[in-house]
């Protein structure tokens, strides 16, 4: 049985061949007639032409019937239609061959033996698409003539029915392959429109991935520079105090604060990027569970509290007692996420962050009076690197393509209204769940006791960064650029930590520059492994490790947390 696709397009073949046929029946019957005007009675003879010529008339309705709705019904069904039309066809030519063999006039025979067999020969391109239509067909318009010669005396009558057998056997076999053909034809074509629908979706995304990283590259030009930037002047201004003599504390303080801030916008920028890589390379892991709306919405409201009052915006939460069955750290990076649209987006007015119950299901929603979205820009907004005109210019635009992927990730239905000009809202459906237990927060003493920790890294400003890092905090360091050079500086003495970049010099990795260390030291230590790369296939490789990794730039706060986890 052939697929179903190759089936419609072989029925829709045989449709269109039987033209021929039809025409050949319009045009033959005439002369045909007319040779069997003094060997059929004329009413006999006119009633046959009639019969012939309504029923190739149907036959002209049935095709166009089919390809007026051709999609409305099962394609076997049209195809057995046409093949009955065509059986009733033949059976009427059968009657010539019934009528032209009468004994005693060789010259009609031959001439009907002709008509049919021309016309039985001519069937073999037109009706074997489906091959019941054709082998039917031979049957009914040869098998009369066949059962004269059976019944007729005289070798001739033996030699015409060879001949008619030898023609169906030979007729049938190239109705088989012209089949085979036909059907093979189909196939390679069908294969071709895939392969070209398969092309033009790789480049289509070629192409959005071209424009997505010409707007990425927009973008960083003017958002990555500029807190580097920033950086430089303030260090600059550090530089300039510290040669005109000693810093006082306040102004130590204010600049180490301003410089925080901006070292703060720009691990933002690169966090997002680092999130998009993390969903595309399918290593965010996520643990669904009972979280309080309650819980939630509160810690949220506060969050925002600082951020609404500088800009003098109302910021109002209407809460809920109710449960929901998500994963609570990226709910809430959803969430955050949206809140950050939202105040980035709404000069005046208010931003409102509620929750409704809806069958089973509380939707979350985000509301704002800020500038809106246009309407023909509701879909692209959820694109990496786009951002509205109106925004302001901060980030790379990537917070709302992670909500829609995270939002994905979870099984929630994101829904976005907006009116341009009036605001918008964002809105998140999530079941809802049992209650459980609020899991409070425990602040972590960040006054971990002392460790020896080792580092490595192959850059060595940023090895100097962290080993002064590390020594301000109280722990011993050794540290090197590579393994080899680690193990020289330790000599004999024993760390409880390694801290290592993952992509170091020559190809060698962290880990397995760990595994360097781990023979030296005869046993295993705990590994905290820090890199730069955002890359996919590195994300998953570095995930499957199994170790604690961090992501440059590393947050102080971050980092203690790991060395207090894995020193316990």
Known sequence: MQERPIWEALIALLYRQSYAILFANFVIPLPVAYVFRNEVPEPALIGWIGAMYLLTGARIVLAKLYFSHEAAEDALRWAWRATAFSWASAALWGAIGWVGFIPGDPNLAAFTCIVLTGLACGAVPSLSAFPPAYAGTAVFMLLPMAIRCVLGEGEIFRIYLLFILCLVAVNLYYSRQTFRMLSETVRLR????????????????????????????????????????????????????????????AEARNIAGRLRAVIGNFGGVLNGLLDISRLDAGVVKMQKEPVSLAHLLDELKGEFADIARERGLDWRVVGSTGWVDTDPALLRRILGNLLTNAFRYTKTGKVLLGVRCRKGQFEIAVLDTGAGIPAGQTEAIFDEF??????????LGLGLSIVRRTADLLGHHLHLRSKEGRGSVFSILIAAAVPGVVKQDIAQDMGAAPLNIAVIDDEQDALDGLVNLLEVWGHHVWAGISAEQLIATMGGGTPDLLVTDYRLGDGITGIAAAEAVWRHLGRTIPIIIVTGDTAPDRLRETTASGHKLLHKPVDPDALKQAIKASSR
Request: hydrophobic share 45%; charged share 25%.
């Open 386 to 395: 786009v951002q509205l005109p109106n925004a302001e210019k901060q980030g």
């Open 190 to 249: 069908s294969e071709n429109l895939a392969l070209i629908g398969d092309l033009e979706q790789q480049r289509d995304r070629a192409q959005a991935a071209d424009r997505s990283k010409s707007r990425f590259l927009a973008a960083a030009s003017h958002d990555l520079r500029q807190p580097v930037h920033a950086m430089s002047l303030f260090v600059e201004a550090l530089s300039v105090m510290a040669q005109r003599g000693d810093v006082l504390a």
